[in-house]
């Protein structure tokens, strides 16, 4: 059974920065996919970014040049610097972790930008 664990949301004022944990336990191939998806209230969930096991990233049109994420392999866990935080990036965000076929998610972690 694989288990996601989010830690480090909160309150932040614009132009802040928060950094986002993801630690990911259980039967998980080498070869994986994890990264951070967000979703706002009466919108659907979106795509964030996403790092796989070799390092390769991809990032929303909406976070590049403030968000990096980043892994640990050896410790199957994932990190989200976000930087310039907006009242847009307000929303819950969501570990996702693509693994032998199959995609697990966390319970989310909310993040809420405003002064």
């Known amino acids: 059974q694989v288990q996601l664990v989010e830690s480090g949301g909160g309150l932040v004022q614009p132009g802040g920065s928060l950094r986002l944990s993801c630690a990911a336990s259980?039967?998980?191939?080498?070869?994986?996919?994890m990264g951070w998806y967000r979703q706002a209230p009466g919108k659907q969930r979106d795509l964030v970014a996403t790092?796989?096991?070799?390092?390769?990233?991809n990032y929303a049109d909406s976070v590049k040049g403030r968000f990096i994420v980043s892994r640990d392999n050896a410790k199957n866990t994932v990190y989200l610097q976000m930087n310039s935080l907006e009242p847009e990036d307000t929303a819950v965000y969501y570990c996702?972790?693509?693994?032998?076929?199959?995609?697990?998610w966390g319970r989310g972690t909310q993040v809420t930008v405003s002064s």
């Open positions: 996702h972790l693509h693994s032998m076929l199959f995609d697990y």
């Open positions: 259980g039967s998980i191939s080498s070869r994986n996919v």
């Open positions: 790092i796989t096991s070799g390092g390769s990233t």
